[in-house]
């Protein structure tokens, strides 16, 4: 049985179909009212993920893991905060986006899979795999935040 060091092909195809996956799911979740609950769930199902960490092939130092953390929601997620907006229309909260919107998905993908080639030449598979993750979970819980502001922002001038 071949190890997971000798399928950095596997891994590149199953990065591009997760990201084409992540792609349909974003434009599909355009054309729906945003809830508190669509806000909150993502991370939160998102951070069961971590659970890789338990075995010992993704494990990664603290200081690495922080620091991807870090690069994912201050450098990543910016073009993600900076490109939706919520706006109020017709007494539901819907998330507006500019047409680049999906230029920006694409390239944060192709960025993510360079950065990914490079690193995974240099650690393995697995922490590679580990180290991604925990970007592309500091890009989501920054952005998710961002959006949770001003979901409660526009729902208490409603109340208003």
Known sequence: MP???SLPIASMAA???GTLAVLAWRIRESRRAVTLRSLV???LGMSTGFSMF?????RIPWSWGLAAFALGAVVFAYPLVASPQLTLDGGVIMMRRPRWFLVVLLGLAAVRLGLREYVGAIISVQQTAGLF???AFGMIV???ATLLLEYRRLTSAVLQ
């Open 15 to 17: 990065a591009v179909v």
């Open 54 to 58: 338990v075995v010992p092939a993704f």
């Open 3 to 5: 190890s997971f060091d």
């Open 142 to 144: 920054r952005w998710r």
């Open 133 to 135: 993750f925990v970007l």
């Open 41 to 43: 769930i993502p991370p």
